[in-house]
């Protein structure tokens, strides 16, 4: 089976840009969550999602940030406008909900704001 | 979820088995012991967990102490490859809401050495 897909792997873009980072998580996973690292706050979980519905966005850092799960197959994590501090590693990560709930990672979304 | 204490760094020999502590001295009954490891660039990867009972795979393996308050993961013959950031999350498994989340501390820092 294929593993949590992101996208784009790498982006830099401009103060002010909007940013949007996609998610497909595994098949047949129901919880799908998003996390941010950085050298100085290390890995941080933003929102996380059971069965499409968001069940806590305490981690998302202000207004600027939001996420979608329009469906169970793909999310979004949209940063408008963007900050060069937003500049981090976004992962998505998926599990299944259920006694075996083991959370596997995507690769990974390098961002670069300058 | 309860806290973990884990060393900020460890060395170990190409070879010869690495053994990473983990306190979780505050751990409740329904809380297992998981492991992830993340190498540098990529995502957290996960390894192993358990409830009280040892566990092994073909990873690695997972020593609880039979109080719970403390885990040994244990790379039987560690490779270079194996050098990494290892993280111990205590987490309840099964259904729920909040608590299927996996809450990230700062990690062990191990270097394999040739």
């Known amino acids: 089976d294929a593993g949590v897909i992101q996208s784009p792997r790498h982006e830099v873009t401009e103060m002010g840009q909007e940013v949007t980072l996609r998610c497909k998580p595994i098949s047949g996973h129901n919880s799908l969550f998003w996390y941010r690292q950085t050298m100085m706050r290390g890995l941080e979980l933003l929102i996380y999602f059971n069965n499409n519905v968001p069940i806590d966005d305490s981690g998302m850092p202000e207004d600027r940030f939001s996420a979608k799960m329009p469906n169970a197959s793909f999310s979004t994590l949209k940063i408008q406008p963007s900050e060069p501090r937003d500049s981090a590693v976004y992962f998505c990560?998926?599990?299944?909900?259920?006694?075996?709930?083991?959370?596997?990672f995507g690769e990974g979304s390098w961002l670069t704001v300058v | 979820d309860a806290k973990t204490t884990q060393p900020t760094s460890m060395d170990c020999a190409e070879g010869r088995a690495a053994n990473l502590p983990c306190n979780h001295s505050t751990i409740s009954g329904n809380e297992y012991v998981y492991w992830y490891r993340q190498i540098h660039s990529q995502g957290p990867q996960y390894i192993i967990h358990g409830l009280k009972n040892n566990e092994t795979n073909e990873m690695a393996s997972l020593i609880i102490t039979e109080d719970r308050k403390s885990s040994t993961l244990i790379l039987p013959h560690a490779t270079l490859r194996d050098t990494a950031v290892y993280y111990c999350?205590?987490?309840?498994?099964?259904?729920?809401?909040?608590?299927?989340?996996?809450?990230f501390g700062t990690g062990t820092l191990l270097a394999v050495q040739p």
């Open positions: 999350i205590v987490r309840v498994a099964g259904y729920g809401g909040a608590t299927n989340k996996l809450i």
């Open positions: 990560a998926s599990s299944r909900r259920g006694m075996d709930n083991t959370i596997y």
